[in-house]
């Protein structure tokens, strides 16, 4: 439906030139873009709903006495669907310090929540497929969980900021007597104003991809992170670190470069820096982290996006 939508768009009604540098670029635009709101709307409410029935203390009754690797990884998969970026995570991370949960199982979450988040799938899944989709999240669950579980090993706990924490922020069991009305309308609520903020980054993240797959020259891109180069993952996550951008402007970017000749791993590995571990980032935590902790933190997560992004080369 989309693409029949984009084609009688672009070469019926605009009377484009099929083949052309423009005409590529405004079909590409007129596709995703549609496509990518309605999948986020519709995903996005679903996914709000069932928050519902997780509020954050929840979650830390169910964390809390597991073993680490386990609470690592539960941490790591609640992350997915709390809070968006890494600014409203924060909070809610050092409420679970101060409520006795891990440093290093805390930090899972902090790592996966504005890298893994329903946002993220519905872009990957409308983008890429989900063959794609499923990689990204389980790439990202692995270096969350193992990333999360070093840290804590190093016993580092005495390097988080004491700052004041707003404990409403951690929730406190009054999900519970939400009616099915009630979550449905909070939940309609929240997409909507998700997507009022979000929607100018996937806006803008599209036109940029359209602007690569169609104007740019895939040998550029190859030349200097293509398959043949053994520091191309390196390399993309050296330019992705130093950019900020939430998955929602990041992700289209990476379908553009991937379509250019960029290698899956390789594109992986820059859109996990963009949007786990960049500089703004950096500047963010530092807020709650103090520098031996936060350089733990960037090192341990970008040895694990490099080594992610080789593997997936080397397989795929």
């Not at 030139?17 to 590529?24: H, M, V, Y």
């Not at 982290?289 to 490099?306: E, Q, R, S």
């Amino acid at each position: 439906m989309f693409k029949l939508l984009a084609d009688y768009l672009t070469y019926d009604l605009f009377k484009m030139q099929k083949g052309t540098q423009l005409a590529d670029s405004i079909n590409f635009f007129l596709y995703d873009l549609p496509k990518i709101y309605f999948m986020l709307l519709a995903i996005v409410f679903f996914v709000a709903i069932l928050r519902s029935y997780l509020p954050p203390d929840k979650i830390k009754k169910i964390v809390s006495g597991k073993g680490e690797i386990v609470g690592n990884f539960l941490m790591a998969v609640f992350g997915i669907f709390m809070p968006f970026c890494t600014c409203s995570a924060i909070p809610l991370f050092l409420g679970m310090i101060e409520s006795g949960i891990p440093l290093g199982v805390a930090m899972s979450f902090i790592i996966s929540s504005p890298t893994i988040n329903e946002v993220a799938v519905v872009l990957l899944w409308g983008l890429f497929g989900w063959k794609v989709a499923g990689l990204y999240i389980f790439s990202g669950l692995v270096i969350a969980t193992l990333a999360g579980f070093f840290i804590g090993r190093l016993k580092m706990e005495k390097y988080v900021e004491k700052m004041a924490y707003d404990r409403s922020l951690a929730g406190n069991g009054e999900n519970d007597k939400l009616t099915i009305k009630q979550r449905v309308k909070t939940a309609y609520e929240y997409t909507i104003d998700l997507f009022k903020y979000i929607w100018i980054y996937v806006f803008i993240g599209i036109a940029i991809g359209s602007v690569i797959h169609g104007y740019i020259p895939g040998d550029i891109l190859t030349q200097y992170a293509g398959k043949d180069n053994p520091f191309a993952v390196i390399i993309a996550v050296l330019i992705g670190v130093p950019l900020y951008a939430n998955c929602a402007g990041a992700i289209p970017v990476a379908q553009a470069l991937m379509d250019k000749g960029l290698p899956l791993g390789t594109s992986l590995a820059f859109l996990m820096a963009v949007t786990g571990l960049s500089l703004p980032e950096f500047f963010i935590l530092r807020r709650v982290m103090k520098l031996p902790l936060l350089l733990t933190f960037f090192g341990i997560v970008a040895l694990g996006i490099v080594l992610i992004g080789y593997m997936f080369n080397f397989v795929f």
